[in-house]
């Protein structure tokens, strides 16, 4: 998990979290639904945030099991290769 810690994501109250920024709204909508597809592929579904137009919060955790889970690093670094092919 280091590594994704490294690469921006915060781990708060057993939870992953990070926050992007994109160019405009539509980007970020657009990186929104690119994230909601690998989630529902997954079948690991994050909090999603959209905030100040632009701003994309995600937050990741495995309620079930009430901490960070394999499941939830596996998605966050999915998630940044997704930010980082658009």
Do not use: C
């Not at 590594?3 to 109250?13: A, K, N, R, V």
């Not at 057993?14 to 690998?38: G, M, Q």
């Amino acid at each position: 998990m280091d590594i994704l810690l490294d690469q921006g994501w915060s781990e708060i109250d057993s939870k992953l979290v990070k926050n992007y920024e994109l160019p405009n709204f539509i980007e970020a909508i657009n990186f929104i639904n690119l994230v909601a597809a690998e989630a529902e592929n997954m079948d690991h579904h994050p909090d999603i945030k959209l905030y100040n137009y632009k701003n994309v919060r995600l937050i990741l955790t495995t309620h079930s099991k009430g901490k960070i889970t394999k499941k939830d690093i596996v998605l966050a670094k999915s998630i940044d290769k997704v930010f980082n092919s658009m």
